[in-house]
């Protein structure tokens, strides 16, 4: 079956870095995914990865690497508004995007 | 960028009475829109995938005839749920294909539409 796994939920203090990780395992490959859900709000789109490598935009950067079907996001100079989820989602050989359950994040001060 | 708007926000509606929600595409032509529900501290879960002009695809487990999909046109997609319970209390979001990096397959999503069913 297909499949995206990534932590629960992770803890990280106001100024630092964080990464999330993200395994999936999935018929085919067009794209990974990272949306940012804040509580009772609709997600909204941060990065995009087809190839290999790592992207970066601004505080936030992903990386992808296909042949360990693996992705991490990073986060730098966390700010208090960064605690949500973090959502990794993978669209497969379809063109069908299967979602991981979210990881949430909660920044301390 | 892409926007697309959805309401009503939050609903409260009695057991047994029917839903109404709405999805528009505000500045582009949406073919395609996609329904989700989200229970509490879970994952998104695709519901249905709604053509315009053209009956909606539904995910194996979704009953068709429950949550009713209408997509008229290229900037309207509705979702009616059909003699609501209280098992039905859910957050719906809706989504389209839009604009911007990653192709035209960045999904821009509606604010969400809470319901709640007493």
């Known amino acids: 079956g297909q499949n995206i796994d990534q932590p629960t939920e992770m803890t990280a203090t106001e100024g630092a870095i964080v990464q999330i990780n993200c395994t999936y395992q999935t018929s085919g490959f067009n794209g990974l995914f990272w949306y940012q859900q804040h509580a009772g709000e609709a997600p909204t789109f941060l990065s995009y990865?087809?190839l290999d490598g790592l992207e970066e935009k601004g505080r936030f950067s992903s990386f992808l690497s296909r042949s360990k079907g693996y992705s991490y996001l990073l986060l730098k100079e966390l700010q208090m508004k960064d605690s949500a989820s973090y959502l990794c989602a993978v669209r497969d050989g379809h063109y069908q995007l299967i979602w991981g359950a979210g990881t949430k994040l909660i920044i301390k001060p | 960028g892409a926007v697309v708007s959805q309401h009503p926000s939050r609903v409260i509606c009695k057991s047994g009475t029917s839903v109404k929600i709405e999805c528009r595409s505000l500045?582009?032509?949406?073919?395609?829109m996609f329904w989700y529900r989200q229970f509490p501290k879970q994952s998104l879960m695709l519901m249905a995938t709604s053509n315009e002009g053209s009956k909606a695809t539904y995910e194996q487990g979704v009953e068709k005839d429950k949550f009713l999909i209408n997509h008229a046109s290229l900037t309207l997609s509705t979702l009616t749920v059909t003699s609501a319970h209280p098992e039905d209390s859910s957050f719906y979001i809706c989504s389209a294909g839009g604009q911007g990096e990653a192709g035209a397959n960045v999904l821009t999503f509606g604010a969400g539409s809470r319901l709640t069913v007493l």
């Open positions: 990865n087809v």
């Open positions: 500045d582009f032509q949406a073919t395609t």
